[in-house]
């Protein structure tokens, strides 16, 4: 829903009616991820994608339907080997779609949730997809400090699990992560859907993953290039101001001029495991003490730029720092994939496939030399048969 806030919040102010379809299962293969929404206004108009094309025919006509009903609904789709022009995924996948009806002023999770998305603001959103009868589609939405919206209004539904929901979302949050949440009624965590058991899809909305760019030369411009093209906020840092400047990288979301290793050191408080470094200067008085320090947080990616003598020096160099074996290990140099890259475009191609890959936890290889799924670190997140299951699979 992230990336159609702009467009919800736009309808939600002028009070307009608007569903929206949101991912909430994957199994197998699938063109998107959980979290991928369709929304779809009273006159008609449509923003966004949960299935790149296979299946939005048949979402849109969904979401058209929960709008005149105000009702919201559980669909599955899945492949149909039998017609090749049936609602189906041609992919072989099924995908769980809850598709949500929003009336603006009527619903306080809601409300406050897109509102929060829209200003960049971390909320997840807690949404009942399965349970007793009437919560499917209720949502609570929780912050670092606060909720927005009940559950406990429904008769069969007690306070300690709406606290349980609050407590398991706002830890999500902190995380960003976006999955499955089973509770049993009484706010207990259950290994297994069934009666007696509440499942929530909870989707955490976090600022944008920081990659940060040490060093200004045209290599970086590239790199910051693709890195806002894959989602990221992109700093560049060098501490020569003749190089570090707007004019030279005016994608990037800030130009810093000081000292790699001093700008990191101020930037604790704001690096998480999805941050990504990377370390393009290849000039040892400000590779090693930013390494030395770098090498040592809990960030998602470091890689740093060079010829392989040039690595195996600063190995050395980072060992009589005092890094462990470990501690070096975790450097990705020279940066980026084997890719027979050249020039800076190509170059940046080849240190973005590897920061997938590693995020993703993909193999490198052609997709060609296996018959495994072509899709990693994804967790079925399926909806349950039972207490609020998906009408029967569309083509499944």
Request: net charge negative; with cysteine; hydrophobic share 45%.
């Amino acid at each position: 829903m992230q990336d159609i806030a702009e467009q919800l919040l736009a309808w939600h102010a002028s009070g307009r009616s608007f569903a929206v379809a949101t991912v909430v299962g994957v199994t197998g293969s699938a063109p998107r991820d959980p979290g991928a929404a369709l929304a779809v206004d009273a006159a008609g108009e449509a923003v966004g994608s949960v299935s790149g094309g296979c299946v939005e025919g048949a979402v849109y006509e969904l979401c058209q339907a929960a709008i005149a009903s105000g009702e919201p609904v559980l669909e599955r789709f899945g492949y149909s080997d039998e017609d090749a022009f049936a609602v189906g995924l041609t992919c072989g996948g099924i995908l769980d779609v809850l598709v949500q009806p929003v009336v603006p002023g009527t619903d306080p999770a809601l409300d406050t949730g897109i509102a929060l998305i829209a200003a960049g603001t971390p909320v997840a959103l807690a949404r009942v997809i399965a349970g007793p009868a009437g919560l499917l589609g209720t949502t609570v939405a929780v912050t670092a400090d606060a909720h927005h919206g009940a559950l406990s209004p429904a008769p069969t539904v007690a306070a300690p699990l709406e606290r349980a929901v609050v407590t398991e979302a706002r830890a999500m949050l902190e995380a960003g992560r976006t999955g499955r949440l089973v509770l049993g009624l009484d706010g207990r965590p259950c290994d297994d859907h069934g009666q007696g058991t509440v499942t929530l899809f909870v989707e955490s909305y976090v600022p944008a993953p920081r990659m940060l760019v040490f060093g200004a030369i045209d290599f970086a411009a590239a790199v910051v290039r693709i890195g806002k093209f894959l989602g990221y906020h992109v700093t560049v840092c060098d501490a020569r101001p003749v190089f570090a400047t707007a004019r030279r990288f005016p994608e990037a979301d800030r130009v810093v001029v000081d000292w790699p290793h001093r700008y990191l050191d101020a930037q604790l408080d704001h690096l998480d495991g999805r941050t990504v470094l990377c370390v393009l200067t290849h000039d040892a008085k400000f590779d090693i003490p930013l390494l030395e320090r770098a090498l040592r947080l809990p960030v998602g990616y470091v890689g740093a730029m060079g010829s392989r003598r040039t690595h195996r020096e600063r190995e050395a160099q980072l060992r009589e720092a005092g890094l462990t074996e470990a501690e070096i290990g975790r450097l990705r140099s020279p940066i980026g994939l084997d890719l027979g890259a050249r020039t800076p475009e190509e170059t940046a191609v080849s240190v973005a496939a590897e920061i997938v890959a590693h995020r993703r936890g993909g193999s490198c290889l052609p997709l060609s030399a296996g018959d495994g799924p072509i899709h990693h670190g994804l967790p079925a997140v399926t909806a349950p048969d039972a207490g609020g299951a998906p009408s029967t699979p569309h083509a499944a």
